[in-house]
Structures are given as C-alpha cells and as structure tokens.
C-alpha cells in the first residue's frame, strides 16, 4: 500500500506564490505516476497537473497554465507544484494522487480521476 502526503499551501495574497509538496512511502516511487488535483466545496474534483514517473511529460489544465510548474525528484521521492500569479479562483483542497499504470502521456483530461493512491489533501486559500 502507498501512503501519499501532501505538505504546503495555506494562505496566499492574490498574485503571490505557493508551493506544494508530495511525498510517498511504502512503494517504489519512481514507477508512479502522479497527479495534482483540486476540489471547491460544491464543485468535482478536477486535475490540475501531472507527471510521468520519469519527469519526462507534465500536462496541465488550461486555467493553470503559465502559472503552475509540476516537477520531481526521484532521489528524494518528492514531487512539487509551483504555484505563481495565483487567482482567489485558485482557492481549493489540493491533493496529490499516484499511480503505477499508464497516466500523463500523450494526452491529459482533468477529469481522468483513475488514480491508485490519494492523499488527504492541502487547503490553499488565495485572498483578493
């Protein structure tokens, strides 16, 4: 069983800056591929950014892009979402997802939710 943790986020003036983190344990890392999804009270969880397993793909949902960076680091099982310009639209519960099967190649839907491991999530809160 693979346990995910997400650490980061809080509360953030709009236009400024955030950094979440995701580190997993009880698996081997560097066969998954992971995910960064978002959900407001109300609204479906949607995906925001992925990663392949080798760092080699990252996709992102169109609202994000421009402003938030998806990256790994298999030598230290962490992976980051950089989040910049953030938007009071950005406010939400992050959580980071992982999967060892097929995920973030050539094409990406923020609604694909076919991952294997989730964590509990991140609150991010951007003020106007």
């Known amino acids: 069983q693979v346990e995910v943790v997400e650490s980061g986020g809080g509360l953030v003036q709009a236009g400024g800056s955030a950094r979440l983190s995701c580190t997993t344990s009880?698996?081997?890392?560097?066969?998954?591929?992971m995910g960064w999804f978002r959900q407001t009270p109300g609204k479906e969880r949607e995906g925001v950014a992925c990663i392949r397993w080798n760092g080699d793909t990252t996709h992102y949902v169109d609202s994000v892009k421009g402003r938030f960076t998806v990256a790994r680091d298999n030598a230290k099982k962490i992976v980051t979402l950089q989040m910049d310009n953030l938007k009071p639209e950005d406010t939400a519960r992050y959580f980071c997802?992982?999967?060892?099967?097929?995920?973030?190649?050539?094409?990406?839907?923020?609604?694909?939710?076919?991952?294997?491991?989730w964590g509990k999530g991140t609150e991010v809160t951007v003020s106007s």
């Open positions: 997802a992982a999967t060892p099967y097929d995920y973030c190649r050539r094409s990406y839907s923020p609604h694909d939710q076919s991952m294997e491991y």
């Open positions: 009880g698996g081997h890392f560097e066969d998954l591929n």
